[in-house]
């Protein structure tokens, strides 16, 4: 009697003999795409970090200044960047979830790439709207501390949708194993 593939072999088959040159392309593309990712997320603190050498004493450095205006004016284009990176990731899972030999290997070993593939920003964007409609429909009570608020609220929001991006950037560790 034969024995019946699995489903998971087969589609492990099928990426061998018709996407191997897909994930050869996507496993030499990730180390430069978390490159990259390194300079969008430097250019998005760029003004952070420059108030940060302010605040112990030092000189603003100009180049971040410039930089961080740089990402800031084109920031559609970043976050198109910044989708095309999380495509990239998603193939490599793709293609790591047929390479592990079970459900468990597979969520242990690439958990954290799990993590850094959830869509913070759409998340904590429609959150954001939401916030803002209410805070502007109170906002003859109290104006002062709403503007407070949402000052804080901002600084916190722009950490917060950027965790997915830092998760990504602990692939250097796995990458230049340090």
Known sequence: MKKEVSWKT?????NQARLKPVEKIVKHMIPWLVL????IVVGEFAHDINGLLLKIGLHELHFLTVFGDFIHHHEIWVITIDYIIISFFAFELYFNFFESE??????????LEMLALIPVGLIMGTIKLT??????????????KIVGKTVKSGKALKIIT????FIRLLKLRKL???
């Not at 087969?10 to 099928?14: I, L, M, P």
């Not at 079970?102 to 958990?111: A, C, E, G, S, Y």
């Not at 916030?131 to 002062?144: D, E, M, P, R, V």
Request: charged content about 15%; cysteine-free; aromatic content about 16%.
């Open 10 to 14: 087969k589609f492990h088959n099928f």
């Open 36 to 39: 990259i990712l390194l300079l």
């Open 102 to 111: 079970t459900w468990k290997l597979f969520i242990r070993n690439n958990f």
């Open 131 to 144: 916030t803002s409609a209410q805070q502007a429909t109170h906002a003859t009570i109290g104006s002062h």
């Open 162 to 165: 950027r965790i997915p991006r």
């Open 176 to 178: 230049f194993k340090i």
